[in-house]
């Protein structure tokens, strides 16, 4: 099968740079982004959309992936800056960081030349495209769909060990019954995204 990513290599593009994003609905902490450059032809066994695997199975992945890529990176927004300008331009931000973040193994900045885009377009002057359910149709973008889901679980199990009653090792910040009746009962956490708050707290929230 010809791959998106086998067009533009064929067509002369070297650096085909992959991002997704994780947390876009989530109650409490960052918005996280990868940017990824996979090597041409590399298919890994087993990658797909990151919300259709074990989480053992994409730790396992997660480990392939960044064994073998040309280069990643990771971006971050966090929930205050989220509440200042939108989780969806948050997004866009902590697309673009990941960009600029993007190096390989040996710390050299590498810059992609062109960008496959999971369903959001990026305020840069490379080229790209972005493609709906592209962790599905995209080898890449589920690559990047991968690290950045276990980067992002992962800051998560921190955040649990400061905030312990919230189950955030648990819910990993999504609207569970166990974390909404957490907010109720122990109120808001510095890391909450306040403007995703307000019907839960029945317009309390100050």
């Not at 890994?44 to 259709?52: Q, T, W």
């Not at 050299?108 to 885009?117: A, E, G, Q, S, T």
Request: hydrophobic share 40%.
């Amino acid at each position: 099968m010809i791959t998106l990513e086998m067009e533009l290599h064929a067509n002369g593009y070297s650096y085909v740079a992959c991002i997704d994003e994780v947390g876009r609905g989530c109650l409490l902490g960052d918005v996280v982004a990868c940017a990824i450059i996979m090597p041409k032809g590399l298919h890994i066994e087993g990658v797909k959309d990151s919300k259709k695997l074990t989480p053992k199975k994409r730790d396992k992945l997660y480990d392939i992936i960044l064994d073998n890529c040309i280069a990643f990176g990771i971006g971050r927004i966090d929930s205050s800056k989220i509440d200042e300008i939108n989780i969806k331009e948050s997004t866009r931000e902590a697309m673009k960081l990941a960009i600029e973040n993007l190096v390989d193994k040996f710390g050299n900045r590498i810059v992609p030349d062109y960008l496959l885009i999971d369903a959001e377009k990026i305020n840069l002057s490379i080229p790209q495209e972005g493609i709906v359910k592209g962790d599905d149709k995209c080898h890449g973008i589920a690559c990047a769909s991968i690290v950045a889901k276990v980067f992002r679980d992962r800051l998560c199990l921190e955040w649990a060990k400061i905030y312990p009653e919230y189950g955030i090792d648990r819910h990993k910040g999504y609207g569970t019954k166990l974390h909404v009746e957490a907010i109720k009962k122990y109120g808001v956490t510095p890391i909450h995204r306040n403007t995703f708050l307000k019907k839960i707290l029945d317009g309390k929230l100050k």
